[in-house]
């Protein structure tokens, strides 16, 4: 019970302030089963990427961290070829740091964080860490290659984050007054049609 209340608020928060390139939706009106989209980030070889993650909420969430995965194919240090994430808030303590205070919208942002910071420290992939400490520029080739073969938007699937980016992009400039949560960034679009109007 105390996982279905907990989920439909933060669904709720999800979609009325989701983190800054981040969505997240129930699958088939399934509560346990959601998925999630993260836009590569700017500067960073995932830009303009739409990378799908599927999240499996278990029974005693929030005391058991979601098991989250990606179903886009990501060459990642951190990220192995079945879509796995090494990244302590994913696991219980000793190992990991999941608190029942952290919530779904945390974990992708932190997801997000270490999609443009990988931690070569401890990897998941061997060969990619290597390549990522001592051959930067490959390693930033081989992931831009990717990024652009299995995550960048098929013309005519319109997905949910496409969706949304097309919204901000139409959307006037009198439509953006908008309370905005505090630290969070004014959109580039935004800030143009602000300009010009």
């Given at each position: 019970?105390?996982?279905?209340?907990?989920?439909?608020?933060?669904l709720?928060?999800l979609?009325?302030?989701?983190?800054?390139?981040?969505?997240c939706?129930?699958?088939?009106?399934?509560?346990?089963n959601?998925?999630?989209?993260?836009?590569?980030?700017?500067?960073?070889?995932?830009?303009?990427?739409?990378?799908?993650?599927?999240?499996?909420?278990?029974?005693?969430?929030?005391?058991?961290?979601?098991?989250?995965?990606?179903?886009?194919?990501?060459?990642?240090?951190?990220?192995?070829?079945?879509?796995?994430?090494?990244?302590?808030?994913?696991?219980?303590?000793?190992?990991?740091?999941?608190?029942?205070?952290?919530?779904?919208?945390?974990?992708?942002?932190?997801?997000?964080?270490?999609?443009?910071?990988?931690?070569?420290?401890?990897?998941?992939?061997?060969?990619?860490?290597?390549?990522?400490?001592?051959?930067?520029?490959?390693?930033?080739?081989?992931?831009?290659?990717?990024?652009?073969?299995?995550?960048?938007?098929?013309?005519?699937?319109?997905?949910?984050?496409?969706?949304?980016?097309?919204?901000?992009?139409?959307?006037?400039?009198?439509?953006?007054?908008?309370?905005?949560?505090?630290?969070?960034?004014?959109?580039?679009?935004?800030?143009?049609?602000?300009?010009?109007?």
């Open positions: 019970m105390q996982r279905a209340s907990r989920l439909k608020r933060e709720a928060l979609s009325t302030e989701p983190p800054p390139g981040i969505t939706w129930q699958n088939q009106n399934q509560l346990d959601l998925r999630a989209q993260i836009l590569g980030g700017a500067d960073t070889p995932y830009e303009k990427g739409i990378f799908n993650l599927e999240i499996v909420v278990p029974e005693r969430y929030p005391f058991e961290p979601p098991k989250i995965r990606f179903l886009t194919p990501i060459y990642h240090p951190n990220i192995d070829s079945a879509g796995r994430i090494c990244l302590d808030v994913l696991k219980l303590p000793p190992k990991g740091a999941w608190r029942p205070s952290l919530n779904i919208s945390t974990l992708l942002s932190s997801i997000q964080l270490l999609m443009a910071e990988p931690n070569p420290d401890d990897p998941l992939m061997a060969d990619i860490s290597s390549e990522y400490k001592y051959n930067k520029q490959l390693f930033l080739r081989n992931a831009r290659e990717w990024t652009q073969k299995h995550a960048s938007p098929q013309p005519g699937a319109c997905k949910p984050l496409e969706e949304k980016i097309n919204q901000k992009e139409t959307s006037t400039s009198g439509a953006s007054n908008t309370q905005k949560r505090k630290g969070s960034n004014v959109g580039k679009e935004e800030k143009k049609s602000r300009l010009e109007s």
